[in-house]
């Protein structure tokens, strides 16, 4: 693995360097810089910053512990820069650490370690352990903490829900395959996406809401196209949407509250809709039947057919 063999070599030029490199322990109170290179807190070892010190690393291997108390900072040089590898038992307090995680060929999510070296160390979990072992971490003034220096491709290594915050948002036209999942659609200055079919996922997820401002649209290439895969209840505001009853379809802007109680609808995790260019909207796949549906919504129905 690449990653593995830059340690390997970060650790021969570690070796071959003792008149540069120093093992980094004690306790800092007052700021403190880092000159030399190669260096190494090692197990058994503990660095402490305090005091509202700032230690501003250089690099680092850590098979010790390092201890950032309140107030008081471990930083890099720069932005970007600095260098720290965690061997596994590390200690860690005060630092924040991220990684960053390639979910498809256009998006990556930087994200917060959800839980501390110590839990990784002791989850039993081997490849998890192995992959942290090995990340290479540099300084990020943004985050103000330390974020791995390459993503990882297409996993998932902390199981994350790593699409709770992500918002798709348009601000101009696009054909293009849509994410495939996100909090959020949004489609805003008289944009329109067509969103395009994807061999690897029929359908994106929306978890919150769908909102698409006056003069902007969502299109797909049809019943066969891509598809929308959303969460029951969720806020629907400018997307055309129809529901079949029986054989006639109808407009569901107005009944979605009532839509989403019906039993063929309430007890899935995410309900489809397709693209009918015929009504230059989106259809649900679930039908509605008139033996089925409650009475109120029924005369909502039937009011509409009209």
Same mark, same amino acid.
């Given at each position: ?41 090692s197990a058994g070892k503990t ?46 307090e005060g630092i924040d650490l ?59 290594? *902390?199981? $994350?829900? !790593? ?8 601000? %101009?036209?696009?054909?293009?395959? #849509?994410? =495939? ?28 809401s769908i909102s698409i401002e ?69 259809? *649900?796949? $679930?039908? !509605? ?8 919504? %029924?005369?909502?129905?039937?009011? #509409?057919? =009209?």
């Amino acid at each position: 693995m690449k990653n593995k063999f830059f340690l390997t070599l970060f650790i021969l030029f570690a070796s071959m360097s003792a008149l540069s490199a120093v093992e980094l322990s004690g306790t800092y109170n007052k700021d403190f810089r880092v000159t030399t290179e190669f260096n190494t807190v090692s197990a058994g070892k503990t660095l402490r910053v305090t005091n509202g010190a700032t230690f501003i690393m250089t690099d680092a291997i850590v098979t010790g512990s390092i201890i950032v108390e309140k107030g008081a900072s471990l930083i890099g040089p720069r932005d970007s820069q600095g260098y720290l590898v965690f061997g596994k038992g590390t200690h860690v307090e005060g630092i924040d650490l991220y990684y960053k995680v390639r979910v498809s060929d256009n998006l990556v999510f930087t994200r917060k370690f959800p839980m501390t070296l110590d839990e990784v160390w002791k989850s039993n979990n081997k490849e998890l352990i192995d992959w942290v072992s090995i990340i290479e971490f540099c300084y990020s003034t943004s985050l103000k903490g330390w974020v791995s220096i390459n993503e990882v491709r297409f996993v998932n290594p *902390f199981n $994350e829900d !790593l699409f709770d915050e992500y918002d798709m948002v348009f601000t %101009k036209s696009v054909t293009q395959k #849509l994410e =495939k999942e996100c909090r959020s659609l949004i489609i805003k200055n008289k944009s329109k996406v067509v969103a395009q079919a994807c061999p690897d996922y029929w359908g994106t997820k929306i978890n919150e809401s769908i909102s698409i401002e006056s003069g902007s649209s969502l299109v797909a290439t049809g019943p066969d196209g891509h598809k929308l895969q959303i969460k029951p209840g969720i806020t629907i505001k400018g997307l055309p949407l129809f529901v079949r009853y029986n054989n006639d379809f109808l407009p569901a802007d107005t009944i979605l509250s009532d839509i989403w109680k019906q039993r063929d609808f309430i007890n899935k995790d995410y309900l489809t809709i397709y693209y009918k260019p015929e009504l230059e909207a989106w259809v *649900f796949d $679930e039908v !509605l039947y008139g033996d089925t549906v409650t009475d109120s919504l %029924k005369k909502k129905l039937e009011a #509409l057919k =009209k």
